[in-house]
């Protein structure tokens, strides 16, 4: 991260913006009443991801930002358990998930990675 003076060079940041252009292509497709139910949700939660690790990443305490990047890492979680919900109710097929379970477990391991570093 020292080498890094902006957060959009960052991979995790990247990763995670990709995370969320393919959850949108994802969820146009769920039912149209499920708009403001968990599609809002996910939407959400998929944008908080790459919003926190930034606002994390422009604090200049280590305390700062590994509060920022735990509620990056919270949101990456609620992203995934929404994909495997969205399954269970038949918004879409467990192949259509897949790769985004994947991408979310990369960003996982990135953050875990940042925060580890943070801690030593």
């Given at each position: 991260?020292?080498?890094?003076?902006?957060?959009?060079?960052?991979?995790?940041?990247?990763?995670?913006?990709?995370?969320?252009?393919?959850?949108?292509?994802?969820?146009q497709k769920f039912p149209a009443n499920e708009q403001f139910g968990l599609t809002s949700q996910i939407k959400?939660?998929?944008?908080?991801?790459?919003?926190?690790?930034?606002?994390?990443?422009?604090?200049?305490?280590?305390?700062n930002k590994h509060h920022f990047y735990t509620i990056s890492y919270g949101s990456l979680l609620e992203v995934k358990n929404f994909l495997y919900l969205s399954v269970e109710l038949g918004f879409c097929r467990r192949d259509d998930i897949i790769n985004l379970i994947?991408?979310?477990e990369t960003i996982q391991k990135q953050l875990n990675a940042l925060m580890k570093a943070l801690r030593s």
């Open positions: 991260m020292a080498s890094i003076k902006r957060f959009e060079d960052a991979e995790i940041w990247q990763d995670s913006i990709n995370l969320s252009k393919k959850v949108y292509l994802v969820v959400r939660a998929v944008n908080s991801v790459s919003a926190n690790f930034a606002e994390g990443f422009g604090r200049f305490s280590t305390k994947k991408d979310t």
